[in-house]
């Protein structure tokens, strides 16, 4: 299955990380959404998400083992700019949306629409120019924005 995801974060504590080329970022306390697209596959993509390359796997890896069971979505290497924040303690992954067929240029329209905004500039977009992936936006929102998405959520 190809098309869009959303990934639902906490964080619970001020951040400060090295995220690849965009250097030093710092993330405050709350919820974020990170818009992706997997054309090589959602579940393998959201199972690789979930995993963590030391300490223990974000809360969410359960529920997407069985709604994707047949799917592996190893994390072998930090690649994307998720990944860097996804093994940081204070990061909990736990909600994640997705859509076959769904494109993420129009999910990350309707949710910067809907009152979210980019934080911090080209996270997750170093290969386009739209402002970035990562975004402020309280999850409870997003179910109206996105009907026809497959969901789960630990909260």
Do not use: N
Request: hydrophobic share 45%; glycine share 14%.
């Amino acid at each position: 299955m190809k098309g869009a995801y959303l990934l639902g974060l906490c964080i619970e504590g001020h951040l400060a990380l090295r995220i690849g080329r965009l250097g030093c970022q710092v993330f405050a306390p709350g919820e974020y959404l990170y818009v992706g697209s997997a054309w090589g596959g959602i579940g393998a993509r959201l199972l690789r998400h979930a995993r963590r390359r030391a300490g223990p796997d974000h809360p969410l890896l359960p529920l997407l083992e069985a709604r994707f069971p047949d799917h592996r979505g190893e994390k072998r290497a930090l690649f994307w700019h998720i990944d860097h924040l996804l093994e940081a303690a204070p990061v909990r992954l736990v909600a994640a949306w997705w859509q076959a067929g769904a494109r993420e240029e129009a999910w990350l329209k309707r949710l910067l629409k809907a009152g979210a905004r980019p934080h911090p500039p080209g996270f997750g977009a170093s290969d386009r120019r739209d402002g970035g992936h990562l975004l402020r936006f309280p999850h409870r929102r997003v179910t109206g924005l996105f009907p026809g998405a497959g969901s789960v959520s630990v909260r």
